[in-house]
Structure formats: structure tokens, C-alpha cells
């Protein structure tokens, strides 16, 4: 599942290696969305802030991503949206849906037309070398089960890539499904939707943490360009009111409420984990402890040098 974080962009325990997927405390989400702000533990403060581009979230985070987990992810998940191609072109544009024009348009002005798909690599090997020191007896293979205890983690003071992690995989065919919450869609329509709904409670949280989930986020972006519903001007809470029903997305904040309030009495009682930074010392599961302890260090000497070079 580590082996190449490009491939595991297409399963969602990778939000969990690469962190898996396609590729995240405190940006507001949409006016119609109630917001919870998170208190942050982080020495950066927020991570990704209204009104960024790549540049501003680069030159306020770089410094970071060797010594703090959601900085590193915050960073990766800036980057995704100037990796993979770039129409330069305006006459290239003219056979686009609505969304991919907005994407593409937003995508020129917040990028600066330029690509990083260098950078969104190694953010992207930093956050599954992070993840794996974290969680060293996570499966390798594609299609295991979420191990018992982590979505208990979510409920206490798991990281952004923890929680986008657990978005992926609850909507994995043939996960064990996820109680979270079950009282709030009993004896309604949307019992079976009931790991959609978790999903989207999750990603809110997950904004609440990083950032990046207003009108001009890369969050926001990224996610609407999935689903082809992206607006300009438009939150990915507005968004997400636009793409389900409106009984769905009660259901959807109520959810978020819950695991916002659970999260809250956690750490009212409990002094904050330290996450490990990427440059920890620590054996990864299936590989042998020096060569975890030699991935981990390269990995941040990489990422640490590279972010500094500009």
C-alpha cells in the first residue's frame, strides 16, 4: 500500500500511507455551516489561511514539515492542487465542464502557473513515512481492515491525516462499518447513507483543523473537482449543501457537532500527545528497524532541504 504513494492515491488507506487518496485548524467553512474552531496546539498557529496561494501557504509552513506532522500534511495538501498537469492555454479551456473551468482558473491564479508536482511527491512520501511511524502495524495489504481502535482515535486527538484516513476508509467495500452515530439515522431514510454522512462530518472536521476549505481553498478545490461540482466563489460547505439534500446534511452537521464535542472532552482531561516528527526514530511494520530509522531520517533531511531551497 506504501510501496508508491502516486498509485495509492486511488485507495483510501493510503489518505492513510500518502494518506491516501486523491488527492486537510481553522478556516470558517461556509456562511450556512456552522463552524467549530479548533483550538490549535500548533507552534505555526493555522496552517492553511484564507486567501493563500501556494507560495504564502509554502513560505509560512516549509520551516515546519520536519518537525510538525500537520504542517507536513497541510503542506502536501497545498501542493496537490498545482500537481498533475496545468492547461497554460486559455484555448485549451474551452472544451472544459463549468467545474473543471472554475478549478482550472482558480488552479492558474493560485498556483502562479507553475507545477510542483516534485514537491507534491515528497510532501507526499513525508506524510506516508509520518503515518507509518505513527501507526507501525498498519496492514500492507490493499484491501485489510482498519485496525481495531483507530476510528476510537478520531473520538480523541487524532491528526488531519488520521481523520482523512478514516474518511477513505469507511467507504472501503467490505470495511467494518462504523457505529459513530447510528441513533442520529435510525428509523430514517438514510440509514444506509450512514458512512457517507460519517464521511462528510469528517472532512469537516478535518477543515476545522488545517484549513484550506474556504472559497478559494485547496481543499475546497480539491475535493468539488472529485465530484465535478466545483464553483468559483463558492466554500466546499457550500458545496457540500449544493451535493446532498438538506435532511442528509443535518444529519452531516449533527455528526460533525458530536465528533467536535467528543474530541473537546478529550482533551479537556488529557495533556496533548506530542505527535512523532518525521524524523523520529521508530520501527516500521514489515521492514527492518534501520532501514525505518534511515527512511524516516532521509525522508526529512529531503523534505527539510528542498522546502528551504527557495
Known sequence: MFKD????????????????????????????????????????GRYLQPGDSYAMAFARL??????????????????LPCAGGMARD???????????????????????DMPQDGWAFWYGQGVSTQFRLRHPNW?????????TGFYADVLRDAPAADIRTAWMAILEPGQVPWRFGEDLVANTPYHERLAKLQGIALMLLECDLVGGCGPDGPITFGVCRWQHDCQWGASLGEIFHARYTSGEMRIAEALHERLVAERA???SAHPARALPPLRAVRHVHGE???YAHWLAHWHAARIGRISRRR
Open 5 to 44: 504513494v502516486r498509485k495509492a492515491w486511488r485507495w483510501p488507506v493510503f489518505v492513510a500511507s500518502l494518506l491516501i487518496s486523491m488527492g486537510s485548524i481553522a478556516t470558517l467553512l461556509a456562511a450556512r455551516l456552522p463552524v467549530h474552531a479548533a483550538a490549535s496546539r500548533s507552534p505555526v
Open 90 to 112: 486559455l484555448l485549451q479551456r474551452r472544451g472544459y465542464s463549468a467545474s473543471e473551468k472554475a478549478f482550472r482558473y482558480w488552479q492558474a491564479a493560485y498556483c502562479n
Open 62 to 79: 516549509a520551516n515546519h514539515v520536519d518537525t510538525d506532522p500537520t504542517a507536513l500534511y497541510a503542506l502536501w495538501q497545498a501542493s
Open 288 to 290: 527492518r528497524a534501520e
Open 265 to 267: 472532552q478529550w482533551a
Open 139 to 147: 496492514p500492507h495489504a490493499r484491501h485489510a481492515k482498519v485496525p
